[in-house]
């Protein structure tokens, strides 16, 4: 498998992404309740930046990627702030041996697959009852964010994919659009949906 990151991965922690994925750590806090107990698990995990500041707040966190540029410069600092209930996968969650988890969480990972609605059921299995699923990610646009690269979404109507959790047994206890990024010269809201299993 190629891997897409591999010319970013090194310089992929600037100003700007700190902030959306802080600003995304913010609205998860707002609206779940994390336990010292909890084990969860974060897909398309990149550099840490959404995970790493959740780690101190549960058990454990398999942190879940398929770039190994994008891991190695995690594991340097994994290392370097000496975090030891982290768990660096490289892959896929449906091809783990992960269970019993209390949340999965993707931020901006979900346009990259495929198949959600598969992934949605993957997710349903590996979730513990009342388990959640939190995904921030972008509103549907015109296809200009990724003008470079070759995705399967172009973004997400927010009502649609609330309605396919809902059908797949999830109630919503949040959806809203609470950000937006700013790429090629426009600004492309971001949304998140959080979800009970």
Not at 24 to 46: R, S
Not at 75 to 102: A, D, Q, T, W, Y
Request: a negative charge.
């Amino acid at each position: 498998m190629t891997d897409n990151f591999e010319q970013k991965a090194k310089a992929w922690d600037n100003n700007s992404r700190i902030d959306i994925r802080n600003n995304f750590v913010k609205q998860l806090n707002n609206g779940t309740f994390f336990f010292k107990e909890d084990n969860i698990a974060e897909i398309g995990c990149g550099t840490g930046l959404v995970g790493l500041q959740l780690s101190k707040l549960v058990n454990k966190i398999y942190m879940i990627d398929n770039s190994p540029s994008m891991l190695n410069v995690l594991r340097e600092k994994i290392s370097e702030s000496n975090i030891n209930n982290v768990e660096v996968i490289e892959g896929e969650l449906e091809n783990s041996n992960i269970n019993n988890l209390s949340g999965v969480i993707s931020f901006l990972t979900l346009h990259h697959i495929e198949d959600i609605s598969s992934f949605i059921d993957n997710v349903n299995e590996k979730l513990i009852v009342n388990g959640f699923i939190a995904i921030g990610d972008l509103v549907e646009e015109d296809g200009s964010f990724h003008s470079d690269v070759k995705v399967p979404h172009s973004g997400f109507n927010v009502e649609a994919l609330s309605k396919t959790l809902e059908e797949k047994g999830f109630t919503i206890l949040r959806k809203s659009v609470y950000d937006s990024m700013e790429k090629n010269n426009k600004d492309y809201p971001l949304f998140i949906i959080i979800a009970q299993k």
